[in-house]
Structures are given as structure tokens and as C-alpha cells.
């Protein structure tokens, strides 16, 4: 109901500024817009995050890569980034310790890695907690599921991690667009945009039914990601930036370490590679193959290149197989480089975003970007908006972070006299108050008024995941979900954390599509299961059907 209002109003009202493309970029630049005071509009050919900003590594970092490469200016900007997030989102962005291996012979030693872990700190405003020098019998006792051959101490350092998942952090920044008055719709295709009375004329596609419409707007933001050349290329926009693709996977495995830390080593080829936990789950990557495509998918090469190096850097009891696996994470970073470049070593490039405004025509392009630095570009879109002459009657209005803590205190209170900590599932990794106000903010003290009236919308529908019957009802009222895959995989992370064979063995999975779906739950189940899964399902495996929804 609310993307089919949400679609008849793109087309009947005219907006001081269109977003195209619903990534971190895009979300970010209508939440800060409407925060503002600006009319927008957003769309999404896909799913809200449903490309590059639901394959990262749920990760917040303040680029300590570049610290090798001595951009300290960027290394300083993005901390201070991740420090803004640290703080607007303590629930949401929590601060992580990276546990890293220092192998002998590495290129730089490890006193010299110390060092530069030290000034990293430093330069992050000392806000996390201070780097350790590890020795090998602390980092045996510590964590003995390193291999510690080879090895001659290790460090500890501190960065930032997203306690969900990144597509569920970007849907929060289109839940606040949508809650400033914006109109924002996913499976709405731009075919293009041209300039008439003075004004952005984009013909766009509803994807489900066919439909077509014309939306017009003052200003046309591209933030199409890896598709930025593309679409502009549709509208006749000539840029100083264009985007080259790195591809980067993620194979996620059962629970390989109890401790809450990220444990860092150094792949084969030199790059830093990690183990992440992912609540009863293991995240284990990445790559960064240079692609041509953003259209990446992970290879067999790619899995055996994982699996090794992990293998030859934990002592586990038995090394891991691809039938381990229980969901694989595959996109592309679209890195942005000067128009002519990209020739150097891409490796070293910088994944900093790039803002090119055509004055003349009311075009911004965004290029590059990352989770870090996401409330830096929604400031820096509406700065440019401004300059592009749509007012923001807003101007000083705070657009990010977590409700105040009047609202949380509320939530908690009410929380409390429903004894709703009681009602979480043994399983459960967390306390359930937590887990709804880190994902619902404000909008979970309606779920404490359903739980309140009946008890039973508090119980677990899904089988080895936490998710209520209350959140399944949440989505399908305010969450836009069109598919079963944007639940399953987006708004929540139930697909990562289950296997394919299990969610189609599962009733509770039957029952979430009656809630999502209504009569079409048939429908939208067959067509979960009729997709390719993101792996071939391992050899003499019987294939996966959908299960009849009774």
C-alpha cells in the first residue's frame, strides 16, 4: 500500500529534487534533503540497498589502509566519520577490536605495525579504545584458534562495526526520508531525463506492473552507484570522474570463535582479510579482483581463494569445505577515479567519493563512496542542492542518528512492565529490547502495544533466527516489501544466517510470506525458490522447491 501511493505521487506532484539510485549514497541524500525542508522524491530500479550497499563487510572503518600510503588527511576525515557514527548511532554502530596476525617477513615489521596502529589512534581523536602489542602466548591463550606458525605477535586496534547489516542501515536513512515527507519508492526503473521548462523531466518504470510515468523535478541527483556512467550516459552528462569496479566477496560460515572480536590477517596477495562475526555466523573475506563489470558473482577461484587462506591461518578441526558455506555476499566497489586515469596501481586507490555538479543543467553526480563517510555526502548534497538554488527553510536540522534518549527511556520503561526481555527465545544472543530499538527506534513502541495485546506476536516465526511476529507484521505495513528476498535478505538478514534448504523446510517461513504477502504469498514464495541461489547447491544435493504456503 505504501509504494503504490508512494508511486501515484511521483507522478502527479513535482519535487525540488530527484534521487536516483536507494545505496547508502542515495538514502543518505534524501534523508538529509527532507530533513531540510526539501520536496524529494527517491527511486531505486532495484530494492532499497539492493546492490553494492548489501555486499560490504559491515564494516565502519577510519581507512587505516591509507595510513601505508600516508593519505593521513583521509585517514583523519574518516575516523572523524566514524566517530560521528559511534555517536549518532550507539546501538546501531558499535566499536569493534580488529585482532591481527603478524606474519615474519611481512613488509613492514611488527613494532613498525605497533607504531602505526598508535598514530591511527591518534589521529581517530583517541576515541576508541588504545592499541595493545600482542605477544604469541597472549594471542595463544587469547585466541587459540590462530595459527600461530609463522607468526611472531600480533596487535590489537579498534574500528567500528554494523551490529545488523548494512542494507538494514541504509533502509534506516530511507525510513527517515520517508517519515520528513519524502516520496520514495524501490522496482522503479529510470529510462531517462531530459530538461524541459526549465525543469527534470525523468521517464521512469514501475518494474512489477509495467507502468510508466514521467516524474518531474527542480534537481536530479545520480546516485546510481556502479551505475552512475550508465545513467548519465542516458541523460547526456559529460563528467571529469568515471567509476572502475573492484570485486570483493564474502562467504559466510557457522561460528568459528565465541570472542566478539574481528580477527585480521594478511591474505596471500597482501591485503588485509578478515574474520567478522555475524551474530550466530562467521563473515569470512574479502576479495579485490579488478572487474569490468559491476555485475560480479563469485567464482570458484574466488571460494578456493577464501577458503585457504583461511584454513591456512586458524587451527580449526578440520579445514573448511565449500560445503560449509551458508550464503555468499558478492558486489563491486565502484571506486572513482579522474576521467583518463585509473591506469596506476588500483590496488592503492583511494575508496573516497567524488560530488561533480553541472550548474547549468541541475545535475550532481556522486562517485565512490562508503558506509564511513555516508553523513559527510548527505551534508555535501544538500550543499550543492543549495547551490543549485532549492531553499532549505531547515538549514541547522539534525537528519541522523538514534531517537533522543526521552524516546528510548520510554521504550524501555514500557519495555520493562511488559517483562519483554522474558519472551526472547533461549537462542537468543542479545537481550529483545535491545534488538527492537536498535532496529525500530520509535517506531518499536508500537510493536510493545501488539505484544501488549497479544503475547503471541512476541514469538520467533522462523526457526534459528530472532525475528517476531510483530517485526514480520512491521514490514509488511511500513517496510515496502515487494519481494521475498528484499525480507529474507534486506530488512532483515535471515538469508545469511540460514540455508536455502532450510528456510524451505521451514513453516514459520510459510507463515512470514501470509503476513508479507496476504494472497499472493503462493507467488512470491515459488518465486524466491525459482531464483538461482547464490550458489550451485553442492554435487549429488537434491534441489531446493518451494514449500506450499497452506
Known amino acids: 500500500m505504501l509504494r503504490a501511493t508512494n508511486i501515484d505521487s511521483l507522478s502527479r506532484e513535482t519535487f525540488d529534487v530527484l534521487v536516483l539510485g536507494a545505496g547508502i549514497n542515495g538514502a543518505v541524500s534524501a534523508a538529509a534533503l527532507a530533513a531540510k525542508g526539501a520536496k524529494v522524491a527517491l527511486i531505486d530500479r532495484g530494492d532499497f540497498a539492493g546492490f553494492t550497499s548489501q555486499e560490504s563487510s559491515n564494516l565502519a572503518w577510519g581507512g587505516i589502509k591509507y595510513m601505508e600510503s600516508f593519505e593521513l588527511w583521509l585517514v583523519r576525515k574518516l575516523c572523524k566519520s566514524r566517530n560521528l557514527l559511534l555517536r549518532s548511532y550507539p546501538s546501531s554502530v558499535r566499536e569493534i577490536r580488529f585482532y591481527t596476525a603478524h606474519e615474519r617477513g611481512f613488509r613492514h615489521g611488527l613494532f613498525k605495525l605497533f607504531l602505526g596502529t598508535w598514530l ?85 518504470r514501475d518494474v512489477l506492473s509495467g507502468r510508466e510515468l514521467a516524474i518531474r523535478s527542480r534537481v536530479l541527483v545520480n546516485a546510481c552507484g556502479p551505475f552512475v556512467d550508465a545513467h548519465n550516459a542516458l541523460t547526456g552528462q559529460r563528467t571529469g570522474h568515471r567509476h572502475i569496479f573492484s570485486k570483493g ?58 577458503l585457504s587462506n583461511i584454513n591456512k591461518r586458524l587451527a580449526l578441526p578440520r579445514p573448511l569445505t565449500e560445503a560449509d558455506i551458508i550464503a555468499e555476499r558478492c558486489g563491486v566497489r565502484p571506486l572513482a577515479v579522474r576521467d583518463g586515469g585509473g591506469g596506476e596501481d588500483w590496488l592503492q586507490l583511494s575508496r573516497k567519493h567524488a560530488i561533480e555538479i553541472d550548474r547549468t543543467e541541475r545535475h550532481v553526480s556522486i562517485f565512490g563512496g562508503k558506509l564511513t563517510d555516508c553523513i559527510n555526502v548527505g551534508e555535501e548534497i544538500c550543499a550543492a542542492a543549495e547551490e543549485l538554488g532549492v531553499a532549505l527553510p531547515r538549514p541547522g536540522e539534525r537528519w541522523y542518528g538514534e531517537p533522543g534518549e526521552e524516546v528510548r527511556r520510554a521504550f524501555l520503561e514500557r519495555a520493562r512492565a511488559l517483562d519483554l526481555d522474558a519472551l526472547a527465545p533461549p537462542r537468543a544472543t542479545e537481550k529483545l529490547s535491545e534488538r527492537l530499538w536498535r532496529r525500530y527506534g520509535a517506531h518499536a513502541l508500537g510493536m510493545l502495544e501488539e505484544i501488549r495485546r497479544d503475547r503471541r506476536m512476541a514469538d520467533a516465526l522462523i526457526e534459528g533466527v530472532d525475528d517476531l511476529r510483530c517485526e514480520v507484521a512491521h514490514a509488511a505495513r511500513t517496510e515496502m516489501i515487494a519481494k521475498l528476498e528484499d ?8 538469508a545469511l544466517l540460514l540455508r536455502r534448504e532450510e528456510l524451505a523446510r521451514s513453516p514459520g517461513l510459510r507463515e512470514a510470506c501470509r503476513i508479507l504477502f496476504g494472497d499472493e504469498a503462493d507467488q512470491r514464495l515459488a518465486e524466491y525458490f525459482e531464483q538461482p541461489g547464490e550458489r550451485a547447491p553442492a554435487e549429488g544435493a537434491a534441489p531446493v522447491a518451494a514449500p506450499p504456503v497452506e
Do not use: K, Q
Open 487 to 494: 525480507f529474507l535478505r534486506r530488512r532483515t538478514r535471515i
Open 249 to 306: 566477496i564474502h562467504l559466510i560460515v557457522d561460528r568459528l570463535t565465541p570472542s566478539r572480536r574481528v580477527l585480521t590477517f594478511f591474505a596471500d596477495d597482501g591485503r588485509l582479510f578478515f574474520v567478522i562475526p555475524m551474530g550466530p555466523r562467521t563473515c569470512v573475506g574479502t576479495t579485490d579482483t579488478r572487474v569490468e563489470s559491476p555485475r560480479a558473482e563469485v567464482t570458484p577461484e574466488d571460494r578456493r581463494f577464501v
Open 120 to 204: 591511527y589512534w591518534i589521529i581517530g581523536s583517541f576515541f576508541t579504545r588504545i592499541p595493545r602489542l600482542l605477544s604469541r602466548r597472549v594471542m595463544a591463550r587469547e585466541e587459540p584458534l590462530i595459527n600461530l606458525d609463522g607468526c611472531d605477535g600480533g596487535i590489537e586496534y579498534s574500528d567500528a562495526y554494523l551490529v545488523d547489516n548494512d542494507a538494514r542501515f541504509v533502509w534506516g536513512f530511507v525510513r527517515a526520508a520517508l517519515d520528513r515527507g519524502a516520496r520514495a519508492a524501490n522496482y522503479v526503473e529510470s529510462l531517462g531525463a531530459r530538461r524541459e521548462g526549465g525543469a527534470w523531466v525523468t521517464r521512469a
